[in-house]
Antibody, heavy 118, light 109 residues
Framework: QVQLVQSGADVKKPGASVKVSCKASGYTFTSFYMHWVRQAPGQGLEWMGMINPSDNSTTYAQKFQGRVTMTRDTSTSTVYMELRSLRSEDTAVYYC???????????WGQGTLVTVSS | SYVLTQPPSVSVAPGKTARITCGRNNIGSKSVHWYQQKPGQAPVLVIYYDSDRPSGIPERFSGSNSGNTAALTISRVEAGDEADYYCQVWDNSSDPPYVFGTGTKVTVL
């Protein structure tokens, strides 16, 4: 069965960086894009970007350009999302989600809470 | 920017029907997908391509999309259907290309 298992919660200070991992299993890792979606406390869902594990190509939302990097490790079927220059508004639960390209997301990770606080 | 408008809340009695709308000009020309999110949990896909159901999703969940409004309908509502619901579209002419609706909290009375 498809599983996406994310790294644990993290607390960062403003200006720092965070790197969240998402380990995939139960399917061919390179056959599906992986997306990152975040959700601030009490708020809706916000798409951040996606990576094609097959060729490591990425597409980011303009809002996050220059601050986010998505990478993958095919040897461990893991994707990573690094967000830099953190501010309090980045406090959110970050989800990885498998993409059925180009349209929707069929499996989601359990979410990783990132708290940005001084 | 691209906005998909949903009612903030819908209340429904058990056994009745809940209808959640997702509005945008000419949304009928896009494929709409729906997610259910229970408190503290990740979203779950319940409808894709306007009206298709993933395996494991009850037939009580159905979708439609025409003109300026897409809708998710939950028939014979159960207590376990209480959750937030989000619509979503892909539009490669917008940034971001993946847009979620504003979300609807369904409360079972």
């Amino acid at each position: 069965q498809v599983q996406l298992v994310q790294s644990g919660a993290d607390v960062k200070k403003p200006g720092a960086s965070v790197k969240v991992s998402c380990k995939a299993s139960g399917y061919t890792f390179t056959s599906f894009y992986m997306h990152w979606v975040r959700q601030a406390p009490g708020q809706g869902l916000e798409w951040m970007g996606m990576i094609n594990p097959s060729d490591n190509s990425t597409t980011y939302a303009q809002k996050f350009q220059g601050r986010v990097t998505m990478t993958r490790d095919t040897s461990t079927s893991t994707v990573y999302m690094e967000l830099r220059s953190l501010r309090s508004e980045d406090t959110a639960v970050y989800y990885c989600a498998r993409g059925v390209q180009p349209h929707f997301f069929d499996y989601w990770g359990q979410g990783t809470l990132v708290t940005v606080s001084s | 920017s691209y906005v998909l408008t949903q009612p903030p809340s819908v209340s429904v009695a058990p056994g009745k029907t809940a209808r959640i709308t997702c509005g945008r000009n000419n949304i009928g020309s896009k494929s709409v997908h729906w997610y259910q999110q229970k408190p503290g949990q990740a979203p779950v896909l319940v409808i894709y391509y306007d009206s298709d159901r993933p395996s494991g999703i009850p037939e009580r969940f159905s979708g439609s999309n025409s003109g300026n409004t897409a809708a998710l309908t939950i028939s014979r509502v159960e207590a376990g259907d209480e959750a937030d619901y989000y619509c979503q579209v892909w539009d490669n002419s917008s940034d971001p290309p993946y847009v979620f609706g504003t979300g609807t909290k369904v409360t079972v009375l």
